[in-house]
């Protein structure tokens, strides 16, 4: 039952991102990918909150410092500067291909954890990476692959850029949650601890650069990006990350990442749609190439 709760909660995750993508890509567009990462993170916090109270969790106030210290961290690597690159990328090349870009974070994770740590790393695990990265690296050479295809070469590829940031980001901060929420933690108080930190580093940092007033005014100028960002940080930040620590608490991280890497598969056909984006059998296939790639690296010895 624990496992079956755990790969349930990992494909509710990779849900909620994939809507979450696409909203906080249109707020992005509205009122610009830095000012909707610091507003989604507060408004999240306020879900956090509420949700506590709701279900009656005590809230972590009297957390040790070591447990704090791992999921401010957490916080900081996956949500204010992977985040933040991701963000940037849904504006640049589109959410599809962004989150197409993040599903190499599982691939990364164990790269670091073989180089750093002295894991093992077998056969079917560099298998995985190299079928991973190869069908990343197909769709990224279709251009007909991400939303930034008709715009000037550099903007693409620092979009590509920022997208591998979000992964590199993720997959950091990923294995530090893992480990602060270690002893059956309560993962929304796991959440609502990294959302504050991120949220406060965020926040200090806009106003240590005088960027406040021009985060609001941004959204002042254009209404309806308060209620992308609004719905967006309830979907991701709030309800996907949520379930992405209940996932990782039930199943191993690498199969709980196989499943969280799924939003580049719902996205297909929601940015058709959304986006009107041009989506050929190369990004197709590309994708499953992809994903099938951190499956290999997981489920096979």
């Known amino acids: 039952m624990s496992a079956t709760l755990g790969a349930l909660a990992a494909v509710a995750t990779a849900v909620a991102w994939a809507l ?7 707020a992005s567009l509205r009122a610009g990918a830095m000012a909707v990462n610091r507003v989604r993170l507060v408004m999240a916090v306020g879900w956090l909150v509420l949700a506590h109270g709701l279900l009656q969790v005590p809230l972590p106030l009297d957390v040790d410092g070591g447990r704090w210290l791992l999921l401010g961290a957490s916080g900081i690597v996956g949500l204010v500067l992977g985040d933040g690159c991701l963000f940037q990328a849904f504006v640049w090349i589109g ?18 954890a073989w180089w750093f740590l002295g894991e093992a790393l077998s056969a ?4 995985g990476i190299l079928v991973t990265l190869g069908g990343v690296a197909w769709v990224v050479s279709a251009r007909d692959g991400g939303a930034g295809h008709s715009g000037p070469d550099r903007r693409y590829l620092l979009g590509i850029l920022c997208g591998l940031g979000g992964a590199a980001g993720q997959a950091g901060g990923l294995i530090l949650a893992k480990q602060g929420a270690a002893g059956g933690f309560p993962a929304l108080s796991v959440t609502l601890m990294r959302m504050v930190v991120a949220t406060a580093t965020l926040w200090l940092y806009t106003a240590l650069r005088g960027q406040i007033r021009e985060t609001l005014g941004r959204f002042a100028a254009d209404r309806s990006a308060w209620g992308y960002t609004l719905a967006g940080s309830f979907l991701g930040p709030f309800l996907g990350v949520t379930l992405s620590i209940v996932a990782i608490q039930h199943i191993a991280v690498g199969i709980a990442s196989t499943l969280m890497a799924l939003p580049p598969v719902f996205l297909l056909p929601l940015c058709a749609l959304m986006f009107q984006e041009r989506v050929g059998w190369q990004a197709v296939l590309g994708t499953g190439v ?12």
């Open 124 to 127: 079917g695990q560099l298998a």
């Open 95 to 112: 959410p599809r291909l962004s989150m197409l870009l993040l599903s190499t974070a599982p691939a990364l994770a164990t790269l670091w």
């Open 20 to 26: 979450s993508s696409t909203v906080f890509t249109l």
């Open 290 to 301: 992809a994903i099938a790639g951190v499956a290999l690296m997981f489920l096979v010895a």
